[in-house]
Structure formats: C-alpha cells, structure tokens
C-alpha cells in the first residue's frame, strides 16, 4: 500500500475525520502520531496510549497505516533511551520512524543507535517496518551524509531486517513557523531531486517532513521530483482551532479563557522568539498551541460553556470542525 500524505493526529476530531475519508475514499491517508500526542502512559491527543490509539484507528478502518513519528531517546517528556516506547510502538503500530537525532547529532553515533534499535524493534515484531534520517530542524543532512547513513545501515544490518526500511527522509530546505502559519526556510530542489536519487538507488521510499502550509503546486512540484510521501501535522491542529476561534471571537470572556488556558500550557514558547509578548498576541498564541489543549478538562468545560450560551450542540461544533478538515483532505487527495 503506498500513501503519499502521513497526517498527525492532532484531536480526535482530525482522526475521526481521516478515518471517515479513508473509509469513503479508499485508504488515502495514514497517521504519525508523536511520543507527546500518543505515549505508551498517555499522550496529550485524547490521552490516548499506543493500544488504545490502535484499537480506535483499526476498529474504525482496519487498514489505516500508524507510524510513530520522531520515535527515539529524548523524544517525549523526558531524557530517556526510548525503549519502553519502542516496545510499544513495534507492538501496535506498522511503522516506526527511527529518530536518535536529537540526541545523538554525530553521524557514526547516530547510525550505530539506528541499527540497535530497528534490531530491538525487529526482535519484539518482526513484521515492523521502518523509516530512517530526520528533518531538517533536528539535524541537517548533507547528500554525502544520506549516502553514509543508508549505506552503512545497508553493511550493518542483516538483508532481511535493511529489506524492513521502508522509508528515508529527505531534505529540501524549509521548516514551520506556526505564529505566522506558514512554510518557511528556502526550498531547493536540486538537493531534494539528489536525495530523492540516493535514496531510491537502494530501493526505499523517501519522505519529507514539514509539508505544512504548502500550496498544492508546491506539493506536486515534490513529487514529480520523485517523492514519494509528506509529512503533515500543525496544520492540521491549527484548522481545528482556527475553526474554533470562529465560533468564539464574538465572546471575549471565552477568548481570554481560551488565551489563559493556552498560555498555562507553556506550549508556544518552542514557536516563538524570546521577545514574544504573548498579552499583546492573544489570537496567534492561541493558533500557535490550541490544539495541545484539546483535552485539557478546561477547554472542554469553556466549548460547553459556548455551546450554552449559544445554545447549540457539542455536536453542532464537531460537525462544523469536521467539514473543515473534511474540506482540506479533499485538497490534499485532489493534488
């Protein structure tokens, strides 16, 4: 089965959402849920573990693809070695995207904790698959590097666990600005059409991380160059609150419940320079981390609280959500 768009799945609304479309539609999407969305003891989507993500996602379409996405040591809350997570992930998911990057930027380093963990992985399911490398925002990969990296891990690795990469990232130059809701860095693709050369020499797939905010012809651009899949999560969460500040910018007491609630949780800080004045952008804070707050008992108390005074259904509001999101898969599976 080969997908071209991997989607985060930033509320429970997103995953009803894409679960529906692939049920009508075929199976067009797949999810890349990461440690701090979807955890082994509970992650801020829905506080769903990996059992309970899975058996959500295959009750509702059995053939739905779940990859962890950024899987590796340091990844999640903590400074940990990512085991116990791994032992999770090869237990209830297809697909696990191998990420030591973070904390391990030296390429040898790198590429000997890649091949101990796709072997412990293996060892626990050995129907695992895998993808390889990282984004451009953990660590910068040269071509040369991407040749050393596969390459290595090809000599390593016996022919039948190398067989089990499915996939390699590449990359081509942008990252995300969430406060401006937009596709930043300089797109080259030159250096995307090489890696996408490299990878495909040892018969693995390449994937792109970041595709957020991209117009359809950037997309299509991407892929004509011989990408084979991208990578698309924030943009989804930031649909669903978009969508819900529409509802809510008439109230501004509920907007400033909304901005305290978003403020607490600390989550736009990584989005935003040291000089943010977080009371003076009260809108873009909330667009930059309102989907980190989704289950927070607060926020479902302040859309209950909306729903009261405007005297409409929880449901109501769902189903507006979900015509949004809706709206945007039709894009995606239209390009």
């Not at 406060?179 to 490299?198: I, S």
């Not at 990408?227 to 978009?242: K, R, S, V």
Request: glycine share 6%.
């Amino acid at each position: 089965m080969k997908i071209k768009y991997y989607l985060g799945p930033m509320s429970k609304n997103v995953v009803d959402a894409v679960l529906e479309y692939n049920n009508s539609n075929g199976i067009t999407f797949g999810f890349i849920p990461s440690r701090r969305q979807v955890e082994f003891d509970g992650g801020y989507v829905n506080n769903w573990t990996n059992e309970s993500f899975s058996k959500y996602v295959k009750n509702k379409s059995p053939n739905t693809i779940i990859q962890r996405d950024h899987g590796g040591p340091g990844q999640g809350y903590e400074d940990d070695d990512g085991r116990i997570s791994f032992k999770n992930d090869a237990k209830f998911f297809n697909l696990i995207h191998v990420d030591p990057w973070k904390k391990y930027s030296d390429l040898k380093l790198g590429i000997i904790e890649t091949v101990e963990i796709i072997k412990f992985c293996l060892k626990i399911n050995p129907n695992i698959e895998f993808e390889v490398g990282t984004e451009e925002a953990i660590r910068k990969f040269t071509i040369e590097e991407l040749k050393i990296l596969i390459g290595t891990l090809e000599k390593k690795l016996t022919q039948a666990e190398f067989n089990k990469i499915k996939y390699a990232v590449v990359q081509s130059g942008v990252g995300l600005d969430l406060g401006k809701m937009k596709n930043t860095g300089n797109y080259d693709p030159v250096r995307l059409g090489n890696m996408v050369k490299v990878v495909h020499s040892y018969g693995i797939l390449t994937k792109e991380h970041n595709g957020d905010y991209l117009l359809a012809n950037e997309i299509q651009k991407r892929f004509i160059l011989g990408l084979d899949a991208i990578n698309i999560a924030p943009e989804l969460g930031q649909i669903e609150t978009c969508a819900i500040i529409e509802l809510l910018r008439d109230d501004v007491d509920i907007i400033n419940e909304l901005f305290e609630i978003c403020f607490d949780s600390r989550r736009w800080e990584k989005w935003v320079p040291k000089n943010y004045q977080p009371a003076s952008n009260k809108l873009e804070l909330i667009k930059i981390c309102g989907h980190y707050s989704f289950s927070d008992p607060r926020f479902t108390s302040l859309i209950e609280k909306y729903s009261n005074r405007a005297r409409i259904s929880m449901s109501d509001i769902s189903n507006n959500i979900q015509m949004k999101i809706n709206a945007y898969l039709k894009t995606l599976k239209d390009n």
